[in-house]
């Protein structure tokens, strides 16, 4: 499958974004779909996932009531809200698909990233 994520950009602390990841595949409703990020200097690190069937969502503690997934499997695209912005959350954001249905989820496909920079 493949990934195309957009819709980073720059905010303002306090600010909100919301990245979109768009695939390709006639099964993308069949996909455990995510989102990581990876600051300058850091590993890149889990921020959110969504299931497919249910739908079940989880995330990192650092995101929790601030970001919300979703997906619109009509479009083949998962989203990531994005609200109260930190500086800390400055990164390169990437999705990335799961194309079994085990749990945790073998993330095999990964989109090419969307910046997403906050000033203070």
Same mark, same amino acid.
């Given at each position: 499958v493949q990934l195309q994520a957009s819709g980073g950009g720059l905010?303002? /602390?306090g600010g909100s974004l919301r990245p979109s990841c768009a695939a390709s595949g006639r099964t993308f409703s069949r996909y455990h779909m995510g989102w990581f990020r990876q600051a300058p200097g850091k590993d890149r690190e889990f921020v959110s996932v969504i299931g497919w069937g249910s739908g079940s969502t989880h995330y990192a503690d650092s995101v929790k009531g601030r970001f919300t997934i979703s997906r619109d499997n009509a479009k083949n695209t998962v989203y990531l809200q994005m609200n109260s912005l930190k500086p800390e959350d400055t990164a390169v954001y990437y999705c990335a698909a /799961?194309?079994?249905? =085990?749990w945790p989820p073998d993330f095999g496909s990964? =989109?090419?990233g969307t910046q997403v920079t906050v000033s203070s």
């Open positions: 905010v303002q /602390a /799961a194309e079994t249905p =085990g990964w =989109g090419q």
